[in-house]
């Protein structure tokens, strides 16, 4: 129940194109849901995140889409830069001390 | 403002020996947590620190330890290393209070195990 489940596992993307990832998550105790990315040799970095009393959060070129009866999250990158390149993960908590990431998805934009 | 500082960045070590990893947190952080990331595995959760003391505990036997000194700089300990434990292990600081998600995450110390 402390899953949560990301894919795909990899995404090619064209430059100025729309990238998606999704995410599933089984506890619904989960109340924190952040996106981190990382790039070679970097940790992860904080990039968007969202509470389940909300459907959407936008910042910039990144969304956050949230369905709570599904327990499905998504994160949408608009006008993907070759910049974007990178792994990104989803996570879960409740109280965001203790995350649950997903596997990551290792994603490639191509210019 | 400096970020989450983990020495050494690199570490060598064989089975059975022991390893000792040091993180400091952004000044004024008072919430320290490690995670483990490796290939197959992901990013795990090891456990967290609060004003010195072990708020949060992940599933990781016993041979996985740390603490928080009074500054709030935490250490990691791995005791009779294995080779499945050669990872990257990540600390990350946070302000620590309710509320205070944003985890801020350091590069890492890439442990290899022969």
């Known amino acids: 129940q402390q899953q949560v489940k990301q894919s795909p596992q990899s995404l090619i993307v064209q430059k100025g194109g729309i990238s998606i990832i999704n995410c599933a998550y089984e506890n619904t105790a989960f109340d924190y849901f952040p996106w981190y990315q990382q790039f070679p040799g970097k940790g992860p970095a904080l990039l968007i995140a969202?509470?389940?009393?909300?459907s959407e959060k936008k910042e910039g070129r990144f969304t956050i889409s949230f369905n709570k009866s599904a327990k499905q999250f998504s994160l949408h990158i608009m006008d993907s830069q070759p910049g974007d390149s990178a792994t990104y993960f989803c996570?879960?908590?409740?109280?965001?001390?203790?995350?649950?990431f997903g596997q990551g998805t290792r994603l490639t934009i191509n210019p | 403002k400096a970020g989450v500082t983990q020495t050494p960045r690199y570490l060598i070590k064989t089975r059975g020996q022991q390893v000792t990893l040091s993180c400091s947190p952004i000044?004024?952080?008072?919430?320290v947590s490690w995670y483990q990331q490796t290939p197959g595995q992901g990013l795990q959760f090891l456990f967290e620190?609060?004003?010195?003391?072990?708020?949060n505990k992940g599933n990781f036997p016993g041979r996985f330890s740390g603490r928080q000194f009074s500054n709030s700089r935490s250490e990691m300990n791995v005791s009779t290393l294995e080779l499945g434990d050669s990872a990257l292990y990540l600390c990350?600081?946070?302000?620590?209070?309710?509320?205070?998600?944003?985890?801020?995450f350091g590069s890492g110390t890439q442990l290899s195990v022969l």
């Open positions: 620190y609060f004003s010195e003391t072990q708020r």
């Open positions: 996570a879960a908590s409740k109280g965001a001390q203790k995350l649950v």
């Open positions: 990350a600081s946070s302000l620590g209070g309710v509320g205070d998600e944003k985890l801020f």
């Open positions: 969202i509470r389940p009393d909300v």
């Open positions: 000044s004024g952080h008072r919430s």
